[in-house]
């Protein structure tokens, strides 16, 4: 019993010395915890609502569709931008924006004429594929509010006057219908316009707090006065695609877990005297290097590649964008796999320490980079500070050239932040990297 009490000492004080291991060891779990609890509600206690991100598109610019946009900006939780009709589509497709409203030319007419038998109006509603929740949630609150807007238009101001008479117009030329409903439907329609003369009276003479409880007028089981035509908008050709994003979500992250393992064989290859023997060919230190950070970026990329046509052969998904974009991304991402490999051997300086560092900075990279939950999941703050965080720029590189269906631009701009990326990394790792023995 001594004897093993002796040596659960030895362990524990081997352990707690080390104290950048016993560092990583706890803060890994906490901000793992932190990144998901925020992501998923966090602690409930915070009535702030997460803003959506969404846009409409007014054509008509009438009084109504006005009011109706006015209401849901002043909602929170839509963060409204009005946007044209080219714009609203571009960002959807390009999945900037996760849902738009396009309001066409004639809504607010045609919405308030719904209301007394006429044809009802047409709205579009646009959205990113893998943003249905988005979808169904603008839906939703533009119905609630049309509906609330077209009533009190309809019954109250100007516009609803000239609705009440262009109805009475309808009504007198109105041919084949009864006596008795034509009287009785003109009666309504003049009482009617009595109440919005009174209205109109009491508004000119200074009554505006009146118009807070305008829009709670019941509607009954009157139907919506417009039809909504739901699209799903992107440049490829099948919509979202989860087993594209996976793919390049698991491959980012293992290809950048192979090329740490890679940069810790460095360090071994230092420690065992392989370096003096190689130095005395003699080759200088940029070549060691160099040589180091060459292999892993064929390696890395060619991991990569395999893993994204594997994906295509046994899932089906398909490249909707440019083959050459792919290939530049996957290339990209091998140039940044070797750079930050080399920058952790540096930084960490001896095996089991890189190990540890690597872990955390590894899990940290692919968590925000959206490689385990997909970015537009974030919520918005976190989608915009995510953005200096280089795997993200592959993953969305490699969504955008598959399922996005999107330009070859836009895989060029991923690129070039994967290289500017590895080359920071890799010049950290020349001036950091210790060369003793």
């Not at 989860?242 to 393992?261: D, I, K, N, R, T």
């Not at 592959?394 to 070859?408: I, K, N, P, Q, S």
Request: hydrophobic share 50%.
């Amino acid at each position: 019993m001594n004897a093993l009490l002796a040596l659960i000492r030895v362990q524990v004080r081997l352990y707690l010395s080390n104290r950048r291991a016993m560092a990583i060891n706890l803060a890994m779990p906490i901000i793992i915890a932190a990144f998901f609890g925020s992501l998923f509600g966090g602690s409930g206690k915070d009535d702030k609502p997460l803003r959506v991100k969404v846009a409409v598109a007014d054509l008509d610019r009438s009084e109504l569709s006005g009011r109706i946009v006015k209401a849901m900006a002043a909602d929170a939780s839509l963060d409204l931008q009005q946007l044209d009709q080219a714009t609203a589509e571009d960002q959807v497709k390009r999945g900037k924006l996760r849902a738009a409203l396009i309001l066409p030319a004639g809504f607010g007419e045609k919405a308030g004429a719904a209301l007394m038998g006429q044809d009802k109006a047409d709205v579009r509603l646009i959205y990113d594929p893998s943003e249905k929740m988005a979808k169904s949630m603008l839906s939703g609150m533009f119905s609630q509010y049309a509906m609330q807007q077209t009533m009190n238009s309809a019954f109250s101001g100007a516009s609803g006057g000239k609705l009440v008479d262009e109805s009475l117009a309808r009504l007198d030329k109105a041919e084949g219908m009864d006596a008795a409903d034509k009287a009785s439907l003109a009666k309504l329609f003049s009482s009617l316009r009595e109440v919005q003369n009174r209205q109109a009276a009491a508004a000119s003479s200074a009554s505006a707090a009146s118009g807070a409880d305008e829009g709670k007028a019941s509607v009954g089981g009157m139907s919506m006065p417009f039809k909504m035509t739901e699209e799903a908008l992107s440049s490829g050709e099948h919509g979202y695609n989860g087993y594209a994003h996976s793919f390049a979500g698991m491959g980012a992250q293992f290809v950048l877990f192979m090329g740490v393992e890679l940069g810790v064989g460095i360090l071994l290859a230092r420690r065992a005297g392989l370096w003096l023997r190689l130095r005395s060919a003699p080759l200088s230190r940029f070549t060691l290097l160099a040589s180091h950070f060459c292999s892993t970026t064929l390696i890395a990329a060619s991991i990569l590649g395999l893993v994204m046509l594997s994906g295509m052969l046994i899932f089906g998904y398909r490249v909707q964008g440019s083959w050459l974009g792919l290939a530049l991304v996957v290339f990209g991402y091998g140039l940044f796999t070797a750079g930050f490999g080399l920058f952790l051997a540096a930084v960490g300086r001896s095996p089991e320490a890189t190990r540890g560092l690597a872990i955390l900075a590894t899990l940290m990279m692919v968590m925000l980079g959206g490689a385990w939950v997909p970015s537009f999941v974030f919520p918005q703050w976190m989608q915009e500070l995510t953005l200096v965080v280089p795997v993200r720029w592959a993953v969305d590189g490699l969504d955008a050239m598959t399922w996005r269906g999107l330009e070859l631009i836009e895989a060029v701009k991923a690129a070039a932040v994967l290289l500017l990326s590895s080359a920071v990394f890799a010049g950290l790792a020349w001036w950091r990297f210790d060369w003793r023995e």
